[in-house]
Nanobody, 121 residues
Framework: VQLQASGGGLVQAGGSLRLSCAVS????????MNWFRQAPGEDREFVAG????????RYADFVKGRFTISRDSAKRTIDLQMNSLKPEDTAVYFC???????????????WGRGTLVTVSS
């Protein structure tokens, strides 16, 4: 699978951004598409995931009610709508595939290049 994230940028606290992950060359092991993020000096952490077939969604507790993951089959993208952004959401955001449900980077199979999100206070 090939993954390419886009849509990052600079936004003020309370604002919104929409990230998009272009997906191509899917394999049978790419059952779940995920968004992760990595802040400077921090470990990479799970943000949200969506299963390809059922569309079942999962979120990290710190984004529930603010972020929404979705899939656009026509565009072949996995999108992350981010609302009510906070300075602590500042990070490089990555999309990654996995064969099953994951909560950490363990178990992921492929990663795309990240996109930087900066939230100013």
């Amino acid at each position: 699978v090939q993954l390419q994230a886009s849509g990052g940028g600079l936004v003020q606290a309370g604002g919104s951004l929409r990230l998009s992950c272009a997906v191509s060359r899917l394999t049978t092991s790419d059952n779940v598409m995920n968004w992760f993020r990595q802040a400077p000096g921090e470990d990479r952490e799970f943000v949200a995931g969506i299963s390809r077939r059922e569309g079942k969604k999962r979120y990290a507790d710190f984004v529930k009610g603010r972020f929404t993951i979705s899939r656009d089959s026509a565009k072949r993208t996995i999108d992350l709508q981010m609302n009510s952004l906070k300075p602590e959401d500042t990070a490089v955001y990555f999309c990654a595939s996995s064969s099953g449900v994951v909560s950490t980077a363990v178990g992921t199979t492929s990663w795309g290049r990240g996109t930087l999100v900066t939230v100013s206070s």
